[in-house]
């Protein structure tokens, strides 16, 4: 007997580090390179077929802010899983990514979630160390390097999200 799960999945993280290029990516395998900025949240759908599981994920692109606490309650309310994104480029989206990580422990609980570290086609950029990458596995933060640009991983961490909604 198959399941169908309808499934709300916030993606999280501050102003420019590649969410709705991620979601563009993964609900329709693109890129573009122009940036656009979120205004409010941005809602795109996407189903996986994970066995006998359909795991519908609403996907809700919310606009990042250079200070988190901005990020209205409501946005987070409901969602049974997130992702969070850092831009491997610019060290502060990981603080950015910490204060959300506790915004969405006090408003749903402990629900799964998963890192994106976004950018990694930028490598020669990177301000994240293979430290601060250790300090997030510690954390027990289950991290991908990903990149809209090329795609790279990005179907892995949704689908290991996905793969956490179906258990």
Not at 7 to 32: D, E, H, N, P, Y
Not at 33 to 46: A, E, F, N, Q, W
Not at 58 to 73: I, R, T, Y
Request: aromatic share 8%.
């Amino acid at each position: 007997m198959s399941r169908v799960l309808q499934k709300k999945v916030c993606l999280l993280g501050s102003f420019a580090v590649g969410k709705t290029s991620l979601v563009g990516r993964f609900v329709k395998g693109i890129f573009s390179d122009k940036y656009l900025s979120t205004m409010g949240v941005k809602i795109d759908r996407k189903s996986l077929q994970l066995d006998d599981v359909t795991v519908n994920m609403m996907l809700w692109d919310v606009h990042g802010e250079e200070s988190n606490k901005k990020v209205p309650a409501a946005y987070m309310r409901g969602s049974a899983a997130y992702l969070l994104v850092i831009d491997g480029t610019r060290i502060a989206s990981v603080e950015a990514a910490r204060e959300l990580h506790a915004r969405m422990k006090a408003e749903v609980g402990d629900v799964p979630f998963v890192v994106l570290l976004n950018k990694v086609d930028l490598q020669d950029e990177w301000q994240l160390s293979d430290t601060d990458v250790t300090a997030m596995h510690d954390d027990g933060w289950k991290c991908y390097k990903t990149s809209a640009l090329s795609g790279e991983n990005v179907e892995e961490a949704f689908s290991c999200l996905a793969r956490q909604l179906a258990s």
